[in-house]
DNA sequence: ACCATTTATATCGTTCACGATACAAATATA
DNA sequence: TATATTTGTATCGTGAACGATATAAATGGT
């Protein structure tokens, strides 16, 4: 009956799953030295390369909805490092900008992604192999992330 | 300043945490049939290979914590997919075994790592390269999981 | 200009994750 | 055999995720 189609050790998503929780739990500690969480970090990223976006693209960025993270932005909010702003052309869209304390954290973390990326470098996992190890997990995003 | 350190495009953890959720989402409609979380499904692949452990045990093999599964395991033994009850030789150990109900559902989701597996086969995730993807995914996660 | 539809965001309820802490049973040590 | 420590589980609080639903602004068709 069962040929090991349900062995955990066989399971992608169990794998994907495991390896996600605990890089978010190396980021951790570096981040909430800032009062950062890792989605909230990851709103900082989006805002860094584009500040005042729209929640929407934010959340298209994310590949997240916006029940998702417009709480998590109100947190972002009355911390202090963005401000909410309805849009003046399309009253519709809320604007999210850094305030210069967000756009002050980005010099501040710079040795975040350099400590977790040397904690996760191994055997297998190199800056040969991690081209590879994206386009994978780009394929697997895109085929079922694609909305519509 | 940004030598692209910052740019979301070059973080694993990012991709890690995407393709993690969308191969949960995957799951979803396939197993809230049968009224199950991918979570609980989890932690009937563990009990299916082998029935009646402690909850310690069943943390350990799926790297989370107690604090995560016992609300979890609670929320199945209402709905009837399991028993708790106080271990025999030690009465610290909590042993959750499986109702007829829980053992039988085995049969009833034979289909659903089949379908989730043709979701995610493309072009560069394939019979060939998933090894070397799980042997990455692996070592990422006992560089990170080992605890001590 | 009117009304239906779409778009952008927010609210609500449920279920994880997880750090911190509590507590009782078992074990080790004095 | 007291008592200190360890072990196994549970409780609490906070912050995501996310399906379902609501609401208001913008847009499109008539």
């Known amino acids: 009956m069962d040929d090991g189609r349900f062995r955990l050790d066989n399971q992608l998503c169990f794998r994907l799953y495991t ?15 800032y ?14 390369e584009k500040d005042a976006q729209p929640v929407n693209d934010i959340a298209k960025r994310l ?4 029940n998702t ?12 490092f963005l401000t909410r702003a309805r849009g003046t ?6 604007i999210v900008s850094l305030t210069p304390q967000g756009k002050s954290l980005q010099k501040k973390v710079t040795h975040v992604p350099e400590k977790v990326g040397s904690a996760v470098l191994c055997e297998s996992v190199t800056p040969e192999t991690i081209p590879a190890l994206f386009t994978m997990l780009d394929d697997v995003i895109r085929r079922l992330g694609d909305k519509q």
Chains 1, 2 share one sequence.
């Open 19 to 33: 390896a996600s929780r605990l890089l978010t739990q190396a980021y951790h500690p570096l981040l909430s030295e």
């Open 69 to 80: 993270i417009t709480p998590l932005l109100k947190r972002m909010e009355a911390e202090g």
């Open 89 to 94: 052309t399309d009253a519709r869209q809320m």
């Open 35 to 48: 009062g950062l969480t890792y989605p909230q970090y990851l709103v900082l990223l989006v805002l860094w």
């Open 63 to 66: 590949l997240l909805e916006t």
